[in-house]
């Protein structure tokens, strides 16, 4: 049983954006079997370019039911029902923020035609739902309304069905591989459908118990079920075989899971995490204070243990970030590792450096620019704390940074943190630092917003 849906929202993100309208076909693996469409009210202005897109205007939708009029029929008409949508992350999506927003949580099985017509109907170049209609010679009525794309899935959708199915001991209908693609017959189904779609950890083991892969994801459900339907490459469809089971751990925060997937790969040593026990990083840059009391910077590959302020994957992209700081900190070359000599740089000589390298500059003026050049890596001797998202909404997460080094992590109540930090310094669970850690840290720190830094 199946309930083939169409949404068109106000944007692209599930975050912000809201459902403008939506239409489901219940479909019995035959036939339609009912349908339900209705314009929404999202509660906020159209903008423009998606009124061109889908034609649907605000005046259109100001007398539409809200979302939360039809959060009824929406669970009526997919309740026990495999969720079917061309691209379904997007639109089970919305549908998941919308019923989150009312405090409901919405779950469905889903099947993706997009993912479906790849497999079973290879060679296309383009399996947007308007070009591989066309190219299948479906008619869509209503391009970029609900409606009418939804009908255009069905039709899709039908003839995927004809291709080649079979029916399974739950009912569902799920479609056959090319290649031997039988999940692990110890594997529990319904274990796999408890994981929440949340970050955090997991865990595959094979049949004798052994930990052979962990990953880490911000959405659980949707990275385990792409393993178990990875029919990609060779060593990716013999792990999916291997799969007898499945254990999860919730962190609440991407970088918490991140942190935690990196140690426990280098403590257990997984047979599929074979390429994520190495790192690139090689290559780091370093710091330290001459006996004349200046500020110096130096690049060199990294030895065990070694203190760095940055690691990089190449000698060149480490020398690279030096000439850049040097240029725009007007560092001397000497004295920032990019040139030997035992006395003037090259710079002074042709009037660029002011002198540091030979007796010119003092180590105060020097090191005012020095030190500011030091602070581009973030944790260079500095105390503080990292604040994201917990597990649920009475908590936060922090990580502990201490002298510049990543310390661990843990996770307090925010109802304790009125006293002061010391619920903070409290729950933290002490981890080693390297240099794999400092680059999640860093790099999490430049591509994601948390909650808040607290420096101690």
């Known amino acids: 049983m199946y309930a083939i849906v169409d949404i068109e929202t106000t944007g692209g993100s599930s975050r912000i954006e809201k459902v403008t309208e939506i239409a489901i076909y219940q479909h019995d693996g035959e036939k339609i079997t009912g349908d339900f469409i209705s314009l929404v009210n999202p509660e906020r202005n159209i903008p423009y370019f998606i009124t061109n897109l889908t034609g649907i205007t605000n005046e259109m939708v100001e007398d539409a039911p809200k979302f939360y009029e039809i959060a009824r029929k929406i669970i009526e008409y997919t309740?026990?029902?495999?969720?079917?949508?061309?691209?379904?992350?997007?639109?089970?999506?919305?549908?998941?923020?919308?019923?989150?927003?009312?405090?409901?949580?919405?779950?469905?099985?889903?099947?993706?035609?997009?993912?479906?017509?790849?497999?079973?109907?290879?060679?296309?170049?383009?399996?947007?739902?308007?070009?591989?209609?066309?190219?299948?010679?479906?008619?869509?009525?209503?391009?970029?309304?609900?409606?009418?794309?939804?009908?255009?899935?069905?039709?899709?959708?039908?003839?995927?069905?004809?291709?080649?199915?079979?029916?399974?001991?739950?009912?569902?209908?799920?479609?056959?591989?090319?290649?031997?693609?039988?999940?692990?017959?110890?594997?529990?189904?319904?274990?796999?459908?408890?994981?929440?779609?949340?970050?955090?950890?997991?865990?595959?083991?094979?049949?004798?118990?052994?930990?052979?892969?962990?990953?880490?994801?911000?959405?659980?459900l949707q990275r385990v079920s792409t393993h178990l339907s990875n029919n990609t490459t060779n060593r990716s469809m013999e792990m999916r075989d291997a799969i007898a089971d499945i254990s999860w751990e919730e962190t609440g925060s991407e970088l918490i899971a991140l942190l935690k997937e990196s140690f426990e790969i280098k403590s257990n040593k997984p047979l599929y995490n074979r390429a994520q026990r190495r790192t690139g990083f090689r290559w780091g840059i370093f710091s330290h204070y001459d006996e004349k009391g200046f500020l110096n910077f130096s690049y060199h590959q990294i030895r065990d243990e070694e203190s760095h302020l940055s690691?990089?994957?190449?000698?060149?992209?480490?020398?690279?970030?030096?000439?850049?700081?040097?240029?725009?900190?007007?560092?001397?070359q000497k004295l920032a590792g990019l040139y030997e000599t035992d006395g003037a740089c090259f710079h002074f000589q042709v009037g660029i450096c002011k002198g540091a390298c030979c007796g010119n500059e003092s180590a105060k003026d020097y090191n005012e620019r020095a030190e500011r050049a030091l602070e581009e890596f973030v944790f260079s001797q500095r105390n503080f704390f990292i604040i994201d998202k917990g597990r649920n909404q009475d908590e936060r997460c922090a990580v502990k940074i201490l002298n510049g080094k990543y310390?661990?992590?843990?996770?307090?109540?925010?109802?304790?943190?009125?006293?002061?930090?010391?619920?903070?310094?409290?729950?933290?669970?002490?981890?080693?630092?390297?240099?794999?850690?400092?680059?999640?840290?860093?790099?999490?720190?430049?591509?994601?917003?948390?909650e808040k830094i607290i420096e101690f």
């Not at 569902?172 to 274990?191: C, E, G, Q």
């Not at 009125?418 to 850690?437: M, Q, T, W, Y």
């Open 79 to 220: 309740e026990d029902r495999v969720f079917v949508a061309h691209s379904a992350r997007f639109d089970y999506s919305f549908i998941r923020q919308e019923f989150k927003s009312l405090g409901y949580n919405f779950k469905r099985n889903i099947l993706d035609t997009v993912t479906l017509t790849r497999k079973l109907i290879p060679g296309h170049r383009s399996y947007s739902l308007g070009n591989i209609c066309k190219d299948l010679k479906i008619e869509i009525n209503g391009r970029h309304r609900a409606g009418g794309d939804a009908l255009a899935t069905v039709k899709l959708f039908e003839k995927l069905l004809k291709i080649g199915c079979e029916t399974d001991e739950y009912g569902l209908k799920p479609f056959r591989n090319t290649r031997n693609s039988k999940l692990h017959p110890a594997l529990d189904i319904n274990k796999v459908n408890q994981i929440p779609e949340e970050p955090g950890i997991y865990y595959f083991f094979n049949e004798r118990g052994d930990l052979i892969y962990i990953g880490k994801s911000r959405n659980l």
């Open 311 to 332: 690691v990089f994957t190449s000698r060149e992209k480490a020398k690279a970030k030096l000439i850049l700081l040097a240029e725009t900190y007007n560092l001397c």
């Open 407 to 450: 310390s661990g992590y843990g996770y307090f109540d925010v109802n304790d943190i009125g006293f002061g930090l010391s619920a903070v310094h409290e729950c933290i669970k002490n981890s080693p630092d390297n240099r794999d850690i400092q680059v999640i840290l860093k790099s999490y720190l430049k591509r994601n917003r948390v």
